[in-house]
């Protein structure tokens, strides 16, 4: 995935390569991921559970669940992963961070996952909670490339990791944290997921820089149908995804008008895919937000179409 395709050489040269052309009819549809968090209440369960009935039929590759700031979601996050082994043909992923435990306690829900049949991890840092700044847990894995290699100490797991197209907030620059993603690829993940961007460029050139560290494995694009614009932009702020002025303009006007905002929610993330796609982009990963409509047709204009 990371062979960068010919009209990317021409875009990021400046050339305008006009519009997209349309799917190659023998192109073969993108694998998918879709990303749930766990739920709080039983009305909030019922979303989410309807939500994955309606994707499931798309066949993602995996689907992952997160694990709230501070391990404060653990026993739910347990819970939801356990309830899609027990009740579907999913596979799942189980996010796991750092923060606010011990190694040894860490390990333990590792293993604990390793039991109840999960054998994938999407392993992370996490943050502190709000406002403050992180700070190892004594006794603890201090980022994630320290959790990557503790895990595969634990089991045979697949581990994926984050990545950063604008690179994270707290690193000391650009370079710094490549080098960072790539001491997470070498401790034993086998695939590393972005944070979501709006900018396609920006995770072109991203790519690009990866490719020249050295980086091969693949680095799927976290996708976030914005549905809730002045929401999307102040998680924006806060995770260091920039917000471009085009994007505001789009959304601009549609407070109020709850159906236009989607469509112009679907065409923005419909043309995200679609350049990515024309790129050589075959996998994506969806941050659902546990609400379907919006994944699956941008899913179903990727090609990928219901099975069974
Ligand atoms: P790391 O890779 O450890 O990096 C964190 C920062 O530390 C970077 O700036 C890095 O450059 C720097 N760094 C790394 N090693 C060193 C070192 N040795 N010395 C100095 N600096 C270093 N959060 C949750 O709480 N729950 C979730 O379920 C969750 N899911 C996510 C899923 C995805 C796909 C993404 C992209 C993010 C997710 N997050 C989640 C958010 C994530 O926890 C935060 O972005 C967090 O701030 C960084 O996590 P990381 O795993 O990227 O950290």
Known sequence: MN???????????????????PRDAGQ??????????????????EQLWACIRRLAPLAPRFVSVTYGAGGSTHERTHATVSRLIRETSLVPAAH?????????????????????????????????????AYVPHPGGYAYASDLVAGLRRVADFEVSVAAYPETHPAAVNPAADLDNLKRKLDAGATRAITQYFFDSATYLRFLD????AGITAPIVPGIMPVSNFEQAARFSALCGTSVPV???????????????????????AAEQVRTLQANGVDEFHFYTLNRPELTYAIAHILGVRPRG
């Open 3 to 21: 062979a960068l395709a010919p009209t990317l050489r021409r875009w990021l040269a400046g050339e305008r390569i006009g519009p997209l052309p």
């Open 28 to 45: 073969p549809p993108p694998a998918l991921s879709f990303e749930f968090f766990p739920p709080k209440t039983p009305a909030l369960e």
């Open 96 to 132: 796991l961070t750092c923060v606010g435990a011990t190694r040894e306690e860490v390990d333990g829900i590792a293993r604990a996952y390793w039991q109840a049949g999960v054998r994938h991890i999407v392993a992370l840092r996490g943050d502190a909670p709000s406002g403050t």
């Open 209 to 212: 820089r990866a490719l020249a």
């Open 246 to 268: 085009w994007l505001r303009d789009l959304f601009e006007g549609t407070e109020n008008d709850p159906e236009i905002r989607r469509i112009v929610a679907s065409i923005v």
